[in-house]
């Protein structure tokens, strides 16, 4: 069972302003330092794949770096967001520790291969139409270029129309493929693309938190906003910041029982 510190990787789905995310990160700061997990800032410059094209999609690539780089340097933390194409490989890279592959673009072989050229940290998050040990490709495609600095997302699996489930096998399925294995307790309880914008049960992330800690992972995602209901993205299936406290107690002392043998 893992002995180190839990990777938290934590933000709002996507950046609104500088002055929110800058409230948002110095409160997951606060919160964090108790528990000695390894905080990393997270929010998306631009949500690409949102279901309708009237949808929020964030401030875009520069401006959204600017804001993201603003937090890495007044709150001393890694930030990490999603790169969408390859041609904002680069531009990411000087911002950001860690370049995320969403769900979506898991296959999409020259952005994967881009992002290993960076030498970031690259965290692939597992589709929801793949199946865990597949990943494989994915890994092979980054590794290609000589980095081995990945990391891997669990975040459900289609299950019919507008419905995700997690398969517990897959951490260790994942683990088995030779990486740190993460598991996003918000993304899992979406309804995605349900009339027109994905809704979501954030009833399910505590206790699909708590199991996925018992089950031994490496790290937890969660994305968080102070009041869900107001947020642009994904509001249905985020946290409110002001549980991030307790979801972190019951995460961090489940890891500490199973350290314990």
Do not use: W
């Amino acid at each position: 069972m893992p002995s180190h510190p839990l990777l938290y990787i934590a933000g709002p789905c996507v950046l609104e302003d500088e002055e929110i995310a800058l409230s948002i990160g110095r409160r997951l700061l606060e919160i964090t330092e108790p528990f000695g997990v390894r905080f990393v800032f997270k929010a998306s410059y631009d949500k690409a794949n949102r279901t309708s094209v009237e949808a929020y999609r964030g401030p875009g690539l520069t401006r959204g770096l600017e804001i993201l780089r603003t937090v890495k340097q007044e709150l001393g933390v890694p930030v990490l967001s999603d790169i969408h194409d390859v041609t904002q490989v680069g531009p990411a890279a000087e911002v950001l520790d860690y370049l995320q592959i969403p769900a979506f673009l898991c296959r999409q072989t020259d952005l994967l291969v881009e992002a290993g050229r960076s030498g970031k940290i690259v965290n692939i998050k597992k589709g929801q139409f793949v199946a865990p040990e597949d990943l494989r490709f994915a890994i092979g495609k980054v590794e290609s270029t000589g980095n081995h600095n990945i990391v891997l997302t669990e975040r459900g699996t289609f299950f019919g129309y507008h419905n995700l489930v997690v398969d517990f096998r897959s951490f260790d399925i994942l683990r088995d493929l030779g990486y740190p294995v993460v598991f996003d307790a918000t993304h899992s309880v979406q309804r995605p693309s349900a009339g027109g914008t994905s809704g979501g049960n954030r009833e399910y992330v505590m206790p699909l938190a708590r199991a996925a800690a018992a089950y031994g992972i490496d790290g937890l995602f969660t994305e968080v906003y102070p009041d869900p209901a107001l947020a642009k993205c994904d509001g249905p299936n985020s946290l409110p910041l002001d549980d991030v406290p307790t979801l972190l107690r019951q995460v961090t002392g489940i890891r500490s029982v199973l350290a314990e043998g």
